[in-house]
């Protein structure tokens, strides 16, 4: 069955960095875009980035300039390099593939000095 695996959130002060990954299985990962999500407390859930299949991105304003998403199609697995991170980047954050517009389970992130 299809599965994605997030993991790599925490605590980390503001300015500091953190690479979320996304480990996923049950379906042709390298033929689906994949992305990642963000849902802060209170607020909707909110695109942050996106690759297609053919590694094209696409991000948020909010993040431009300081996420990177990108994909190893020899481990399945999705990656979001978050730099420079502010405390108004807390939220949870989920894995979503393009596959049947299935979810993770979602990691927290927590900027907080």
């Known amino acids: 069955q299809v599965q994605l695996v997030e993991s790599g959130g925490g605590l980390v002060q503001p300015g500091g960095s953190l690479r979320l990954s996304c480990a996923a299985s049950g379906f042709t990962f390298s033929s689906y875009a994949m992305s990642w999500y963000r849902q802060a407390p209170g607020k909707e859930r909110e695109l942050a980035a996106r690759i297609s299949a053919f590694a094209s991105t696409k991000y948020a304003d909010s993040v431009k300039g300081r996420f990177t998403i990108s994909r190893d199609t020899a481990k399945n697995t999705v990656y979001l390099q978050m730099n420079s991170l502010k405390p108004e980047d807390t939220a949870v954050y989920y894995c979503?593939?393009?596959?049947?517009?299935?979810w993770g389970q979602g990691t927290q992130v927590t900027v907080s000095s």
């Open positions: 979503n593939s393009g596959y049947e517009n299935f």
